[in-house]
């Protein structure tokens, strides 16, 4: 089974508008992490934002946010005010704290595209 | 304070050559991970090192392929006799603890001819 799942292989976005990536999880382990990257053209991995399980609050970062719905469990970024530059790859990714590695599991993303 | 360095960015092999990726985490971490991406996918783990330790290797191939990350010296992801399908970006990333985020160096892109 998918421990990420990410289903929009490709969004698409008017700049100053908001955008939501969509971005469910499994797992079984009380205690865990979720990140999403962001992978421009140019092929670095950026970390943008991060949410711990017992985290009480939604985390935000500037124009990000991570709306997080642990009985859902899912964990969506939600992009407000999308620039041109914003147009990228973009991947949730999960960290179990019980897991030796505490690796990252990543899904496959999500393409955005932000047009003028 | 500089970022997760990796070299080369761009590799270039023939099939049945060695590649050496090299990784210097980020100032003060000592938790490195290596990531593989092929086209069209998201990143999957493939080893996980603390300084001169294998933490978890369950994502490395069972042959060809090793890593390393020395008491001095950065971490070395060594893949011997490359073949076509090991060509793919390959992603250093580093952390203070594992608790803590982790931070992505800019990658290594293998091309085996």
């Known amino acids: 089974a998918q421990k990420i799942t990410q289903t929009q292989p490709g969004m698409f976005v008017q700049e100053k508008e908001a955008v939501t990536l969509d971005c469910t999880y499994d797992?079984?382990?009380?205690?865990?992490?979720l990140f999403w990257y962001k992978q421009p053209s140019s092929g670095e991995m950026i970390f943008l934002i991060y949410?711990?399980?017992?985290?009480?609050q939604n985390a935000t970062e500037g124009r990000y946010s991570l709306n997080f719905q642990k009985a859902r469990k899912s964990a969506n970024l939600v992009i407000s005010a999308s620039q041109l530059g914003d147009s990228a790859m973009y991947f949730c990714?999960?960290?179990?704290?019980?897991?030796?590695?505490?690796?990252?599991?990543f899904g496959k993303g999500t393409t955005l595209s932000v047009s003028s | 304070n500089a970022g997760v360095m990796q070299n080369p960015r761009h590799l270039v092999r023939r099939r049945g050559q060695e590649a050496r990726l090299r990784c210097s985490p980020m100032?003060?971490?000592?938790?490195v991970y290596w990531y593989r991406q092929l086209p069209e996918e998201g990143l999957k783990f493939m080893v996980y090192?603390?300084?001169?330790?294998?933490?978890?290797e369950s994502g490395m191939p069972k042959e060809r392929f090793s890593a390393e990350f020395p008491k001095e010296g950065p971490s070395i992801l060594r893949i011997q006799q490359v073949v076509r399908g090991d060509s793919a970006a390959y992603f250093c990333?580093?952390?203070?603890?594992?608790?803590?985020?982790?931070?992505f160096g800019q990658g290594t892109r293998l091309t085996v001819v």
């Open positions: 990333a580093s952390s203070f603890s594992s608790a803590t985020e982790a931070f």
């Open positions: 990714a999960m960290r179990e704290a019980n897991q030796a590695g505490t690796a990252l599991i």
């Open positions: 100032k003060g971490h000592s938790h």
């Open positions: 090192l603390q300084k001169e330790n294998i933490i978890d």
């Open positions: 797992t079984s382990d009380p205690s865990y992490g």
């Open positions: 949410q711990g399980s017992y985290d009480q």
